[in-house]
């Protein structure tokens, strides 16, 4: 009894649980007001999404995980480098600051000098055209494009893969090298370069910007059109018990956690109630606790219509 009705004091508060109410309010305005229309194909949008984002959690949750980068680890000029393989990359490349630490700057041919176009544009020193690389106690020939700022330490391009017969295969996670008949493991997460690795902290900005785009803009622009856009033909939301705060309980929850960490979990649609129980559970951590909100919100059984 207990937990049916925490489960109902808490779909009350869910970002999608006021879609249906506002979607029979608005049924009952004129069909033909421009605002109505608007909001209520929102809406919709938003259900629909809402729907296909709960059946993949529930049929294929590990679309939500993220992917381990494929790397290996390498020797050049005896120097242990620990190489991303990229097929999808045309060239090989190198950073400035492996191959000064391999000691072959001394072999860059700047006449080769340019620009990296890709995701983002960086300049290219020169090109280093033959090197050695060893894996597994095997020795390959190369070229490299230096990279004046590039974070990975080596990335190996479709120019060695296709020469040297590679295969990637993901069934047994290794790369095979068919010109010298061997096989060489990706690395595991806890071995990859720190710019690499996902686990740890991660910053609010990039979690905003992984979180669904759609989802949180949606979700603005409900709140400032129920407030500013909606036509005066809209009848109001029905009259709902409200729980007031005195102001020195509003300045307790307000100080004992920073006010970035609860706006950042109130812009997604939860209370600030909501907000400051999940930061006590997770130690003012906002990632894990608008994580873990998220999650219960999906997990509720839906509504019925």
Same mark, same amino acid.
């Given at each position: 009894?207990? &937990?049916?009705?925490? *489960?109902?004091? @808490?779909?009350?508060?869910?970002?999608?649980?006021? %879609? #249906?109410?506002?979607? +029979?309010?608005?049924?009952?305005?004129?069909?033909?007001?421009?605002?109505?229309?608007?909001?209520?194909?929102?809406?919709?949008?938003?259900?629909?999404?809402?729907?296909?984002?709960?059946?993949?959690?529930?049929?294929?949750?590990?679309?939500?995980?993220?992917?381990?980068?494929?790397?290996?680890?390498?020797?050049?000029?005896?120097?242990?480098?620990?190489?991303?393989?990229?097929?999808?990359?045309?060239?090989?490349?190198?950073?400035?600051?492996?191959?000064?630490?391999?000691?072959?700057?001394?072999?860059?041919?700047?006449?080769?000098?340019?620009?990296?176009?890709?995701?983002?544009?960086?300049?290219?020193?020169?090109?280093?055209?033959?090197?050695?690389?060893?894996?597994?106690?095997?020795?390959?020939?190369?070229?490299?494009?230096?990279? &004046?700022?590039?974070? *990975?330490?080596? @990335?190996?391009?479709?120019?060695?893969?296709?020469? %040297? #017969?590679?295969?990637? +295969?993901?069934?047994?996670?290794?790369?095979?090298?068919?010109?010298?008949?061997?096989?060489?493991?990706?690395?595991?997460?806890?071995?990859?370069?720190?710019?690499?690795?996902?686990?740890?902290?991660?910053?609010?900005?990039?979690?905003?910007?992984?979180?669904?785009?759609?989802?949180?803009?949606?979700?603005?622009?409900?709140?400032?059109?129920?407030?500013?856009?909606?036509?005066?033909?809209?009848?109001?939301?029905?009259?709902?018990?409200?729980?007031?705060?005195?102001?020195?309980?509003?300045?307790?929850?307000?100080?004992?956690?920073?006010?970035?960490?609860?706006?950042?979990?109130?812009?997604?649609?939860?209370?600030?109630?909501?907000?400051?129980?999940?930061?006590?559970?997770?130690?003012?951590?906002?990632?894990?606790?608008?994580?873990?909100?998220?999650?219960?919100?999906?997990? @509720?059984?839906?509504?019925?219509?």
């Amino acid at each position: 009894m207990f &937990e049916n009705r925490f *489960m109902q004091l @808490l779909s009350q508060h869910l970002p999608g649980a006021s %879609h #249906q109410t506002e979607l +029979d309010r608005l049924a009952m305005a004129d069909p033909f007001d421009p605002n109505v229309q608007r909001r209520i194909e929102e809406l919709l949008h938003m259900q629909n999404v809402q729907d296909n984002m709960e059946h993949a959690l529930e049929h294929m949750p590990e679309v939500f995980g993220h992917v381990v980068m494929l790397y290996i680890t390498c020797k050049v000029n005896g120097h242990h480098v620990k190489a991303f393989v990229d097929s999808g990359a045309q060239m090989t490349i190198m950073s400035q600051a492996c191959a000064e630490r391999c000691g072959i700057m001394r072999l860059v041919d700047r006449r080769w000098g340019g620009i990296a176009k890709g995701v983002g544009t960086q300049k290219i020193i020169g090109r280093i055209h033959l090197a050695q690389i060893e894996v597994e106690k095997a020795f390959f020939t190369t070229a490299f494009s230096v990279l &004046e700022d590039q974070p *990975m330490d080596m @990335l190996l391009g479709l120019d060695v893969l296709k020469r %040297h #017969q590679c295969v990637i +295969d993901l069934q047994k996670n290794i790369l095979r090298i068919g010109s010298a008949n061997i096989e060489t493991r990706f690395l595991s997460e806890n071995e990859l370069p720190d710019h690499a690795k996902l686990s740890g902290p991660i910053s609010m900005d990039e979690m905003t910007e992984h979180e669904n785009r759609d989802l949180a803009q949606a979700l603005a622009r409900s709140a400032e059109d129920a407030g500013d856009n909606t036509s005066s033909s809209i009848p109001p939301p029905p009259t709902t018990a409200t729980t007031t705060v005195s102001g020195s309980e509003q300045l307790a929850i307000s100080s004992e956690y920073p006010e970035q960490s609860v706006t950042h979990i109130t812009k997604h649609g939860f209370t600030q109630e909501q907000a400051v129980n999940e930061l006590k559970l997770f130690q003012g951590d906002a990632n894990k606790a608008l994580t873990s909100l998220m999650t219960k919100s999906l997990s @509720l059984p839906k509504r019925k219509r």
